[in-house]
């Protein structure tokens, strides 16, 4: 079966020999087997973080969406994809120790994106 390249943007022979023995050392090897491969797990992620679709929009190629978004949560509180990161680019010989941040996308708390002062300096009255 041929899949779609846009969906598995790394084929099986390429995971295999890349990914999954760094996926696999981060497990026990207790409980049941996956009902989703490895491999759909992985270009599952890489699709939702690519593109920026919500989980529960990820095409059903990949199976269900909370499997998917259940290994990436346990495999991040494990450091997985960090570790598979840093082994990917070394492969590659690649090396990444600066960060682009867009300030429009930067969350702020709610009341820091105000002006000193609150309502009075805006010309409200408060309550009362």
Request: hydrophobic residues 35%.
């Amino acid at each position: 079966m041929e899949r779609n390249p846009r969906l598995y943007p790394i084929d099986e022979e390429q995971f295999n020999g890349l990914v999954a023995p760094i996926i696999e050392a981060s497990y026990i090897g207790k409980g049941r087997p996956p009902e989703v491969p490895r491999y759909v797990v992985f270009c599952g992620i890489l699709y939702a973080l690519r593109t920026g679709v919500p989980w529960r929009d990820l095409p059903g190629d990949y199976g269900e969406w909370r499997a998917i978004y259940d290994r990436h949560n346990r495999g991040n509180a494990r450091g997985l994809w960090n570790k598979a990161l840093v082994a990917l680019q070394q492969e590659a010989g690649l090396w990444f120790d600066e960060a682009i941040i867009d300030s429009a996308t930067m969350k702020v708390h709610r009341h820091g994106g105000g002006q000193k002062g609150g309502s009075r300096a805006r010309g409200r009255r408060g309550p009362g």
